[in-house]
């Protein structure tokens, strides 16, 4: 496969490895979350990719700007990207179970392009708005399909916390562009990423008792570290490097294949069941996906909608 005469294959290939790897995030954060709260792992992973990411801050030598202004509105930043976010994956996770969130995940690009479209003021074209309706009929069918495994306010809940939790992750994006052109990509990640750690520390204090803030066994610190590297550190500057070389389309299109490959591995683990309107749900969303990113390549988004798109 050739694309302005460079070709992709092999890019298309890292980002098939990348999206697999990425899909076993969900799985591992299940089997941290059934005998460890969600604050302070929070807490855990953010501590420990901010370390990785000020060690590799330290021994590249890039240039740091550390203006207390500039940190601190970083800082705010990664309270809506790294805090609120993990809040509501985690606990769709934990609620609705890792098929039914895997599937969920499936409305992150569909979440990017309408905030997109509000931030910029923008009118929704024709093609997003058909696209929205296609996911709202897909996303109605997965709950009901839950539905059948689950209560309806599990079910209900599950879903409200993934669109929560993207809708945050979105905005921080958006408002963090100015940033990122003024700090490192490391050194924004650092301190980003370190203050969410403090401020879940902080709640974690506060929520519960000591011997509770510390994992119970060495499988529950394994899989917080392989999240915390694998996911936190690897696979995001992976992606942030594919999408220097493969339209956010193609990106969008594999999302699916994370979002199936991540509910397989709950059927695996956990014994998880994906029902037929799930299923059927999750095909709604992969053509919503596609419908609206290729208004996109048409020109149906501003320039800045669709390298917000790309970039995510």
Not at 86 to 114: D, M, N, Q, R
Request: charged share 10%; with cysteine.
């Amino acid at each position: 496969m050739r694309q302005a005469g460079i070709d992709v294959t092999r890019y298309l290939w890292l980002a098939v490895v990348t999206q697999l790897v990425a899909s076993t995030i969900p799985s591992a954060s299940k089997l941290v979350l059934n005998s460890f709260p969600v604050e302070p792992y929070i807490a855990l992973r953010w501590s420990i990719s901010a370390i990785a990411f000020g060690v590799l801050l330290k021994v590249s030598k890039a240039r740091c700007v550390w203006e207390p202004r500039l940190i601190a509105k970083v800082s705010a930043l990664g309270l809506g990207g790294y805090v609120f976010a993990s809040l509501g994956t985690l606990y769709a996770v934990k609620i609705g179970g890792v098929s039914l969130f895997g599937l969920l995940t499936l409305l992150s690009p569909l979440t990017v392009i309408a905030v997109s479209a509000i931030v910029f003021k923008e009118r929704i074209r024709r093609t997003t708005w058909m696209a929205i309706g296609i996911a709202f009929i897909g996303l109605t069918a997965m709950v009901n399909g839950r539905v059948e495994l689950l209560s309806a306010r599990s079910a209900i809940a599950a879903a409200a916390l993934v669109i929560a939790a993207y809708t945050a992750d979105s905005l921080t994006f958006l408002y963090s562009k100015p940033f990122q052109a003024k700090l490192s990509l490391l050194q924004y990640l650092f301190a980003g990423q370190a203050a969410a750690a403090v401020s879940m520390w902080l709640v974690s204090f506060a929520m519960y008792p000591r011997e509770q803030l510390l994992p119970p066994n060495r499988e529950v610190w394994g899989a917080i570290v392989y999240v915390a590297f694998v996911s936190c550190v690897a696979v995001y500057f992976v992606w942030y490097w594919l999408l220097k070389h493969l339209q956010g389309q193609q990106l969008g299109i594999l999302q699916y294949l994370h979002g199936m490959a991540a509910a397989l591995w709950g059927m695996l683990i956990f014994d998880e069941r994906l029902t037929r309107p799930m299923i059927v749900g999750s095909l709604f969303l992969l053509a919503s996906i596609v419908i609206a990113s290729r208004g996109a390549q048409r020109g149906e988004a501003s320039p800045n909608a669709r390298e917000f798109e790309a970039s995510t």
